[in-house]
């Protein structure tokens, strides 16, 4: 199986391939700079043009626009991803606040960039389902969390750890959000921070037990066991069924 790394380095202002274009506009502030640099040099870009040509490939073109204050989202009626470079600045913020470095032994750098990925691939994945017409029975948001988990654990060098980065930033997100939600909160299309946070970790861990067995230790112990036989089951269920939209061969082992 093809596994794609992450960070190749290339500094690029604008590239177009086959079916992904990558438009960068023009930085508004130090900030701006500052992420426009990261995201060049971590070769998120490339990665995501290259999932996309291996397993995803679209038949009308798609445009990644960076810059700008609307985001990230998937815009249908122009066929393009929104992603301001705020994303990666506010995602940075996020993990340099909580001390990632000295909790989880990564860089905050680098804990930004695999939430890009996953963002970049979760709006891929809209993309995707409109520009193939997919029906998608249940709320999309969450179908795409998982086309985002299921393409970085079969795909990505070293995807499950990046993956678990994008789980924790929903986390920090859920950890900033009130004891209690807004009604628009319970009426809108996302789950929970903190649903998409498990969620994710579910993914993660069903994927491969064994090397991550202690990552669902945040469960109640009566539930934890139970829990874990649910996670591999549901891990191989959504892994078989998005293999089936994307026509893998589902017995390619991740």
């Known amino acids: 199986m093809k596994r794609i790394a992450l960070a190749t380095g ?9 079916e992904v ?42 445009t990644v626009q960076y810059g700008g204050e609307d985001g990230p989202l998937y815009d249908p009626s122009t066929h393009t991803v929104h992603m301001p470079y705020a994303f990666y600045t506010d995602s940075l913020n996020y993990f340099t606040k909580n001390n990632y470095q000295n909790r989880f032994g990564k860089p905050a750098q680098q804990g930004a960039i695999d939430t890009l990925l996953h963002t970049l691939l979760h709006e ?3 993309a995707y389902i409109a520009d193939q017409g997919i029906p998608i029975l249940g709320k999309e948001e969450d179908a795409v969390d998982n086309f985002a988990a299921i393409i970085m654990l079969n795909y990505v060098e070293q995807g499950a750890d990046a993956t678990i ?21 319970y009426i809108g299309e996302h789950s929970f921070d903190l649903q998409r946070y498990f969620s994710t970790l579910c993914l993660v861990y069903g ?19 139970e829990q874990k036989d649910k996670c591999i089951a549901t891990y191989q269920e959504i892994d078989y069924n998005w293999k089936q939209v994307l026509n893998i061969d589902s017995n390619t082992s991740s």
């Open 10 to 18: 290339l500094l690029l202002t604008h590239m177009v391939y086959a």
């Open 165 to 185: 980065s994008a789980a924790d930033m929903f986390a920090f997100e859920s950890e900033d959000r009130p004891d209690y939600y807004d009604f628009y909160e």
């Open 21 to 62: 274009a990558i438009n960068y506009q023009q930085p508004q502030s130090s900030a701006d700079k500052s992420a426009l640099q990261a995201i060049k040099e971590s070769g998120a870009n490339e990665l995501l043009v290259e999932l996309s040509n291996d397993y995803f490939s679209f038949d009308q073109a798609l």
């Open 207 to 225: 994927s491969d037990p064994d090397n991550h067995a202690n990552l669902l230790d945040e469960i109640e112990k009566d539930y934890l066991e």
């Open 124 to 126: 891929a994945g809209h």
